[in-house]
């Protein structure tokens, strides 16, 4: 039987971009995304955002499934072009209107908020001028977290100023797979770097606009297993996977440094953008970590196979392709419940007491599970991923890991940004030709699993 913490927070997520839709509503200006699943090619079936899951419209609805289900918490996260439609200071109160009816509606029904500032909508006016290349982000991000906070931090207590920064580096820059589309090292370099400068400056702003708030990164994270560490390729994949993945951000955040290995083997493209003074302001207090995990990576000696990771590999010069043991989800993701222990247990070894509370800010699976012909969406292996997972959670606060509450992703099918809507990561399922929603067996399972916080794991 798990023991989870009396307060522990169960909860779901989403973005902006993957379920708002209304995409040229009230003043609404464009996104990267926006222009990147309008270029051919980029997303699947040429799918777009711009309807999505009609939140913007449905919020009511999707808010009293979220009460049914039990919800303590939600995160969700503001579409920033709705609000500052060029990324500039010109404001569109309309947007601003709509998060205020969000928050206020979730309140109403006793889920917290969690709400992050940026989920990879970065207004198209702003990449125009190189986005998270250019220093100047760290400023403009900045004013936009105090106006974000000055609004809404009399009612949301929970901020997260950017989702996945590894993401935004490296999949949109390095690999160039998520947008803005770019595959240049030295540019995945200077995004990830401005990242860190902005969740400081953003954290500043925001605490001297409200002292009562709590805030912290959100990053996802992966162990890599090698199939054979004494092979030097290998352990080097290893090291250079777990340094420009995890320990980027942990180690800026929490010693004030970057991994040595990347400052060996790239310090030129790192030392163009770090300026005196950059790396000690980054370890300002945080009041939590949110980790987003989904499966470990695992290599081997290279066979010219390519994929994904493997492409990211290639960035840093690796002979080394992935391997996914089997079975695999419909991402073609392995089932590895146990690194997520594994990781909220290293933190724990590794700082101890210096480690703030953690959050499990997602973890789920996608899997196309239809409405069958009783009207109910019978989805297994997805309950299964989320009890074997949570088990995993419980394990870690077992062993002494601050772990204080989890959020899977996804509340519902959206948007799943290269992959259009082909991805089903729910426990919720969308039609989404006629928008009807239907809790997913996982779902129920869910709503049970929260009523008795967990016990039944």
């Not at 699947?44 to 499934?65: C, E, F, K, Q």
């Not at 724990?348 to 969406?377: F, M, Q, W």
Request: contains cysteine; glycine residues 10%; hydrophobic residues 40%.
């Amino acid at each position: 039987m798990a023991n989870f913490p009396k307060d522990f927070i169960w909860g779901a997520a989403t973005s902006s971009y993957q379920i708002e839709g209304a995409v040229d509503i009230d003043g609404r200006g464009p996104s990267i995304w926006d222009t990147f699943s309008r270029t051919p090619g980029k997303v699947a079936n040429g799918d777009t955002g711009d309807i999505a899951n009609d939140h913007y419209h449905r919020y009511p609805a999707d808010v009293a499934l979220m009460k049914e289900l039990g919800l303590g918490g939600y995160r969700f996260s503001f579409a920033w072009p709705r609000m500052f439609p060029d990324g500039g200071k010109r404001r569109e109160e309309r947007g601003f209107a709509f998060y205020d009816r969000l928050i206020d509606c979730l309140l109403e029904a006793g889920i917290e908020p969690l709400a992050t500032l940026y989920h990879w909508d970065l207004p198209q006016p702003l990449q125009d001028k190189g986005g998270w290349t250019n220093r100047d982000i760290v400023e403009v991000f900045a004013d936009y977290a105090t106006a974000v906070v000055e609004r809404f931090g009399d009612r949301v207590k929970k901020f997260t100023p950017i989702n996945e920064p590894w993401v935004v580096a490296w999949l949109g820059h390095g690999i160039g797979i998520h947008a803005p589309g770019l595959k240049d090292r030295r540019a995945a370099f200077a995004a990830a770097h401005h990242t860190v400068l902005t969740h400081v400056a953003a954290t500043h702003a925001m605490r001297a606009v409200r002292s009562d708030i709590l805030t912290g990164p959100v990053l996802n994270q992966a162990n890599t297993i090698a199939a054979d560490l004494s092979d030097p390729i290998q352990k080097r994949a290893v090291d250079i996977a777990d340094a420009h993945q995890n320990l980027f951000w942990m180690d800026a955040f929490m010693k004030g440094s970057y991994p040595q290995i990347l400052l060996d083997s790239y310090g030129d493209e790192l030392s163009s953008v770090i300026r005196p003074g950059d790396l000690e302001s980054a370890t300002v207090k945080n009041d939590f970590i949110g980790i987003n995990y989904y499966f470990d990576n695992f290599v081997h000696p290279s066979k010219g196979d390519g994929n994904q990771w493997h492409s990211i590999a290639g960035l840093f010069g690796l002979d080394v392709d992935e391997t996914a043991p089997g079975p695999l989800t419909d991402m073609g993701w392995p089932l590895t419940p146990a690194g997520l222990k594994n990781l909220l247990v290293r933190w724990h070894r590794e700082y101890g007491d210096k480690l703030p509370d953690l959050y499990v800010t997602e973890n789920g699976v996608a899997y196309d599970d239809g409405i069958s012909a009783d009207g109910k969406c019978h989805d297994e292996r997805r309950t299964q991923y989320l009890q074997t997972h949570l088990r995993a959670v419980a394990d870690a606060i077992a062993e002494g890991s601050p772990v204080k509450g989890y959020y899977e992703w996804s509340l519902m099918d959206n948007f799943e940004w290269a992959l259009g809507y082909e991805k089903r990561f729910g426990i919720v399922h969308v039609d989404f030709d006629t928008q009807v929603r239907t809790i997913k067996g996982s779902g129920l399972w869910y709503a049970e699993t929260i009523k008795d916080n967990g016990r039944n794991i």
